[in-house]
């Protein structure tokens, strides 16, 4: 079994930044797809950020440039540091990880290909 548990969260106002970390603790493999996902008020819950063990990362469009995400794997942590923080990026944020795939895949967006999730860590923007 594998626990993930997100910290970090917080208020900003825009143009602010903030580091979220994700602590993955059990059993973990060498191969993984880890991905940062958040869910605004109302709205689906959408993968914004990706890291395999192919070492290819991905972001979505609304993230690119200003977010990045990197994985510590001495300490198996999940982060992502977000820039330029903007009243739209308000949400929770979620971390996920898949420990079969080597390779995250064009569907790593999608939320149905994870078993591991974290408890959601809260990411206030203010305008």
């Known amino acids: 079994q594998v626990q993930l548990v997100e910290s970090g969260g917080g208020s900003v106002q825009s143009g602010g930044s903030l580091r979220l970390s994700c602590a993955a603790s059990?059993?973990?493999?060498?191969?993984?797809?880890l991905v940062w996902f958040r869910q605004a008020p109302g709205k689906e819950r959408e993968g914004i950020a990706a890291?395999?063990?192919?070492?290819?990362?991905r972001y979505a469009d609304s993230v690119q440039g200003r977010f990045t995400i990197s994985r510590d794997r001495f300490k198996n942590t999940l982060n992502l540091e977000m820039n330029s923080l903007k009243p739209e990026d308000t949400g929770t944020y979620y971390c996920?990880?898949?420990?079969?795939?080597?390779?995250?895949?064009?569907?790593?967006?999608?939320?149905?290909?994870?078993?591991?999730w974290g408890q959601g860590t809260q990411v206030t923007v203010s305008s």
């Open positions: 890291i395999d063990s192919d070492r290819i990362i």
């Open positions: 059990g059993y973990t493999r060498s191969s993984y797809c």
């Open positions: 996920a990880a898949d420990y079969v795939r080597w390779s995250c895949s064009g569907s790593w967006a999608e939320r149905g290909g994870y078993v591991y």
